[in-house]
Every structure is written in structure tokens, then in C-alpha cells.
């Protein structure tokens, strides 16, 4: 578990009202990833307060399991700053991410990388995240300021309604056909 | 068994092993060691009535492990859970007849925790009898005696396959670094996907990632748009390789197959053995991935990772070593390509 001066993921935390309406967003995608029946994680990159990028799981529709909300923001980023002749890097190091779920190992380090200012998120990852089953941040010491558990509850409500219907994706379950 | 029997029937030949596993720490590491208290019988001919008597009235869960008897002296108790001059009326107030034994306790040195390899297990034995079960499959991984040479040849092909990916990708201009992927689905010993860096691209495009996503291409999806794919001309797909490098690679290994297992768009239709994700795959990496890469290639159930040379942010093996997180839900196997002059593969990368 982190416990860096920069990084608080364990307690229930309150938020400023401009940083409750990028969650509010960031859930609305989460929702439509499930109606998608992708895993239910929204994103949203915010830059000098306004929304710069969205995303939601698109592992399902790409067959690509790396296609998670937040490399798919940053994607977003980035055609952005081609098509209006911007500074990426340094544009991303502004950036406060904002997301349903904790970031897993790769999205982590892949923020981390890229030096993203701040990631504020909903409830922790047991599966995959990037502090609660390992912690990234001891072998990329990131500059970025992480911070979690603001309705951590509702955003583990949506995974667990997702986990409960079937993955379409996932293969079919082999069935042994008992000899008669 | 003697031990130079033993020598013999784990290592058939001395043959060369370009590829050392990389293995969890708790395996190449010794057995972590605790302290106990044992005592010594009277009388030789008790040993069976002290045995069950303390199996019975005083058992050691967490030692289950260690055998209770060596030669003439029993496991007692931790010291973690009494002190030396609590023994004598610890065995007493649980019923054991305390006149088996003599009254002098001894403090010894044991294994913590089940040896979970053949070496573990030689080295803790000497301090206290324990129990072991070798796991074959896990013992040919720490000998490194898991391939022949036959699957050591394949496993090089592919090798030097992903290292001309490397130099001719530069070449071509698909990528500015010089690193290269190959994805090969072993069930049909075919070539699913190529992978190259296209980080000047996009900071995230790192060599394992374009690979993924190349795969996902065989399976009617992808992200990442970057080249036309070649048309089905066989009963293989050939989407996961860009088509100058498939021209390429075809000439200077034309006994290799190429393109992946056909993959069923209609769910329905769907059958348990159709592509999903990397299942089952092989990735053959000119660089050690790092830790975003490793995470990746994790979510994508990849079965083996083959790599060259380490990375400084490498995931598997420099920086950490996640295909070994326990809490995981899958894990793959990783081989480095040694460094040695042994293989002169390497000196290409």
C-alpha cells in the first residue's frame, strides 16, 4: 500500500465542486461502457478546467485488453494536439485525470510516464491496480499527485454488476461430456 | 536416490541454454528459516508413543511441513510462542507425560515454510527432516532444463526473426528504434503479429503494445489503424503483420508460417478453441518490456514472453518482476536471452 506525502488512496475523500463534476462525467461514461457491456470504467482528462478527453473501456469492441479509458484519453490527447499544433508533453504534465476505478498497473505507469499532474479517482482496483496489488509508484517515481475514494461504493456497484453477466468476449467454458 | 544419479536424469545432455527463465524470488531465494524448541526422547523404544502423543496434544499447523522426529529428538513448540523455561510446564498442563523426554530443551533452526524446489529442500533437510513433493514442471524451469534442442532452435528462430523485425522496421521507416516484436501462436507454429516501437507516433505505441494491438487485428478489432493489411490469400490471417516487413521476413525464413488461426466474428458460432486475446501465445521481444508493457501483455493472457536484452525500466526482471505478482489473475512465463558470447543472437541487438 502507498503511503507516499503525495499519494493518499486509502480514505474516503471529499472533493471541491468543480472536481465533483469531472467525476459526475467520468461516471456517466463508466455507465455507458456497461451499457456497451465493456468493463464499466469512465475517464476524463481535464486541462486548465475545461474537458480535453473522454473515455470509457473498449477492450470488447477492439479485441485489444489494453484499451482501457485512460489510454484511450490519451489518445484523445494527442490527436488533439496534432490537429492544433501543440506541445504534448508539455500539455499532458497539466493534465488532472479524473476516473471511476484506480488506475491498473499499466495505465498507471503509463500516467506516471507521462507525467501527468494529478490522478483523482473512485474506487480501488483489487485486481489490477497500480498501488493496491503493486505499487508503480515505487519503481516510476512519478511526479503525479494521486487521490482516491470519492464514491468508491457506486463506481464497485457498476464492476460488480458487469462481473455478474457474462463477458462476451471470454471464451466458452469447456464443457467435459461425461461417457455414457 | 544418490545425488549423481539424480544429475544425470534431470540433465540429459549439456546442451546450450540461450533462454534463462525468470523466476519469483522465493524460488531462487533459500527457504526462510524459524526457530523452534525440540526436546529429546528417554527412551528409544517411546518414540512412536511421543510422536502420537504430541500430534494429538500439541500439533504445529504451521509447521506441518517439518517432520515432528529427528533421530532421538521431537519438534516441541515455537519460540515465537514460549519462552525456553515455559516448556517444561507448557508439555505438562496439556497432558503429555513429561517423563519421556529429557528436561534439557535445545533451540534449533528450521524451515519456515514448505521447500518449494529440489535445492530449497537439500539445504533445509540438513537442519530438520521436511516434507517435499518436487514439482517436475517447476523443476526443469530452475535447473533451466525445460527445452531441447529442438525447441531451443525454434524458440532462436523466432528470436532472430524478432531482431530483423528491428533493423528492417528502422529501415523502412516504420519505427525510429531499434526493437522488434514477433507473436507466435505454438498450436499452429505460425507467426500471428509483428511489433515495432511507434512511440514518435505516440508516447504509448512501445513495441509490446503495437504488437497487441497488430494481434487484436487478426481477431476483427484494433485500435491503431497504421497500415492496409495483406488480403486472406490462405486459410490464415494475415492482418497482424504490416506488409513490407511480411515481404521480408517471407523471403529470409520461407519455412516459416505465417498469419493467425481464422476467428469467428458470430458469438454464437463461437467455438472454446477460437483466438481470444494473446491466449496461448508466444512473444518474442528484442527488449525487455517495461512495466506498462509487462501489465499489457498480462491483460492480454499472453502464455510465454521471450526476451533479448534488459531494459533500464524493464518489468520483467530490471525493475520488478510482474509476472510473478501472486494477486494477479494470470500469469506468463519469461525467458531472458543470455548475454553471453554463448549466443550470438544477442551481439545483433
Known amino acids: ?180 | 536416490m544418490s545425488s549423481a544419479k539424480r544429475v544425470k536424469l534431470d540433465v540429459p545432455e549439456q546442451e546450450e541454454q540461450p533462454f534463462i527463465p525468470i523466476l519469483a524470488n522465493e524460488l531462487l531465494e533459500d527457504t526462510p528459516l524459524t526457530k523452534v524448541f525440540v526436546g529429546k526422547i528417554q527412551d528409544s523404544k517411546s518414540i512412536s508413543e511421543v510422536i502420537k502423543s504430541l500430534n494429538l496434544l500439541l500439533p504445529i499447523p504451521s509447521l506441518a511441513h517439518l517432520k515432528r522426529i529427528n533421530k532421538q529428538e521431537v519438534l516441541l513448540v515455537s519460540t515465537s510462542d514460549l519462552a525456553k523455561d515455559k516448556i517444561y510446564e507448557y508439555l505438562e498442563t496439556n497432558g503429555f507425560n513429561i517423563n519421556l523426554l529429557y528436561t534439557d530443551f535445545r533451540e534449533v533452526e528450521v524451515a519456515k515454510i514448505a521447500p518449494k524446489t529440489r535445492l530449497q529442500y537439500e539445504k533445509v533437510q540438513k537442519l530438520w527432516p521436511c516434507n517435499f513433493h518436487p514439482d517436475k514442471y517447476l523443476e526443469k524451469l530452475v535447473t533451466n532444463t525445460l527445452f531441447n534442442s529442438l525447441e531451443i532452435n525454434v524458440h532462436k528462430t523466432y528470436m532472430s526473426m524478432a531482431i530483423l523485425v528491428a533493423t528492417e522496421a528502422k529501415k523502412l521507416h516504420i519505427t525510429e528504434y531499434d526493437s522488434g516484436v514477433v507473436v507466435v501462436d505454438p498450436k499452429v507454429n505460425s507467426v500471428v503479429a509483428l511489433g515495432y516501437s511507434e512511440s514518435h507516433h505516440n508516447p504509448c505505441k512501445h513495441p509490446s503494445m503495437v504488437a497487441i494491438d497488430n494481434v487484436a487485428k487478426t481477431q476483427s478489432g484494433g485500435a491503431w489503424k497504421s497500415y492496409e493489411p495483406i488480403p486472406d490469400s490462405s486459410n490464415l490471417n494475415l492482418n497482424g503483420c504490416h506488409p513490407k516487413l511480411f515481404k521480408i521476413l517471407l523471403k529470409k525464413f520461407p519455412h516459416i508460417n505465417f498469419g493467425a488461426s481464422k476467428f469467428q466474428i458470430d458469438h454464437e458460432q463461437k467455438e472454446p478453441s477460437d483466438p481470444y486475446l494473446c491466449t496461448g501465445y508466444y512473444i518474442y521481444l528484442t527488449r525487455e518490456p517495461c512495466i506498462m508493457c509487462a501489465m499489457a501483455l498480462i491483460h492480454s493472457r499472453v502464455k510465454r514472453v521471450f526476451y533479448g536484452k534488459s531494459s533500464d525500466n524493464g518489468g520483467l526482471g530490471t525493475l520488478y518482476k510482474i509476472h510473478v505478482i501472486k494477486d494477479l489473475n494470470h500469469h506468463y512465463e519469461v525467458f531472458r536471452t543470455l548475454c553471453e558470447n554463448k549466443c550470438e543472437l544477442v551481439n545483433e541487438l
Not at chain 1, 471529499?14 to 465533483?20: G, I, R
Not at chain 1, 498507471?108 to 498501488?131: E, P, V
Open chain 1, 1 to 180: 500500500m502507498s503511503n507516499d506525502a503525495n499519494s493518499d488512496i486509502s480514505a474516503v475523500i471529499t472533493l471541491a465542486d468543480h472536481e465533483q463534476y469531472f467525476m459526475e462525467k467520468a461516471f456517466f461514461y463508466a455507465r455507458q461502457a456497461l451499457d456497451k457491456q465493456e468493463v464499466p470504467v469512465g475517464c476524463i482528462f481535464v486541462y486548465e478546467n475545461n474537458i480535453l478527453a473522454v473515455g470509457r473501456n473498449e477492450v470488447n469492441k477492439t479485441k485489444n485488453a489494453t484499451r482501457h479509458a485512460e489510454m484511450i484519453c490519451i489518445d484523445e490527447i494527442l490527436k488533439h494536439c496534432k490537429e492544433n499544433d501543440l506541445d504534448f508533453k508539455k500539455m499532458i504534465s497539466f493534465v488532472d485525470v479524473y476516473v471511476t476505478v484506480e488506475p491498473c498497473i499499466m495505465c498507471a505507469a503509463a500516467l506516471f510516464n507521462l507525467n501527468i499532474r494529478s490522478i483523482t479517482f473512485g474506487c480501488r482496483n483489487d485486481r489490477f491496480g497500480g498501488s493496491t496489488v503493486y505499487d508503480v509508484s515505487k519503481v516510476i517515481k512519478p511526479t503525479t499527485v494521486v487521490k482516491g475514494g470519492y464514491r468508491a461504493c457506486e463506481a464497485m456497484e457498476l464492476l460488480k454488476d458487469f462481473y455478474k453477466g457474462q463477458n462476451p468476449n471470454a471464451p466458452l467454458p469447456k464443457v467435459r461430456i461425461k461417457k455414457s
